[in-house]
């Protein structure tokens, strides 16, 4: 989940607020971080502003951080809770959808590369319509590729609870789905 990106950090230096220290953390976990805010609906300015403001938080409780958990874990704990606070103040307008990549993007045809950005877009904006911890259930699954069990340590929640939440967000996001190719 993290913990081989953590070990390149110095806890101490960033425990004593070491502004390298922490540079390099915010450069190492500022992707997923990102990746959150996206799946949370959020865009541009709005998206960055919810980063900085979950960098913040770590930067001023990181002399705390015990190690029980993976540095990652701790973190992401912060954004799950930050997040859906500036979501609320931001709701996003923007239609705008998060880049999605491909190793063999170059192998496919002009119409199915937009097909498939179509589709990513679709389910992406989806996502966006579900509460905020099915959002982050389903991008820390999906995109970020973390297990049951990772997630359950980020959200404090049991494995059982993990698998139903995305059992829910699988449930609405094809009831979503489905609506939106009637209605297209």
Excluded at 64 to 85: D, H, M, N, Q
Excluded at 140 to 165: H, N
Aim: hydrophobic share 40%.
């Amino acid at each position: 989940m993290g913990e081989s990106v953590d070990e390149n950090l110095d806890l101490d230096a960033l425990r004593r607020g070491n502004p390298r220290a922490f540079a390099r953390l915010v450069e190492l976990h500022q992707p997923v971080v990102l990746g959150l805010c996206q799946s949370m609906g959020l865009r541009g300015a709005d998206s960055d502003d919810a980063a900085a403001e979950v960098f913040a938080a770590v930067f001023r409780s990181i002399a705390r951080f015990e190690g029980r958990s993976a540095l990652a874990t701790w973190i992401y704990r912060i954004a799950c809770r930050v997040i859906p606070k500036v979501r609320r103040r931001y709701r996003a307008a923007s239609s705008q959808q998060p880049d999605e990549t491909q190793a063999d993007e170059n192998q496919e045809t002009p119409l199915e590369r937009t097909s498939r950005n179509e589709i990513n877009a679709r389910v992406w904006t989806a996502v966006e319509s579900l509460d905020d911890r099915s959002a982050i259930v389903v991008e820390m699954f999906y995109r970020r590729g973390l297990s049951v069990e990772q997630i359950g340590q980020v959200i404090d929640c049991p494995s059982g609870t993990v698998k139903t939440l995305l059992f829910r967000a699988r449930v609405r996001l094809k009831e979503v789905l489905s609506r939106q190719e009637i209605v297209s």
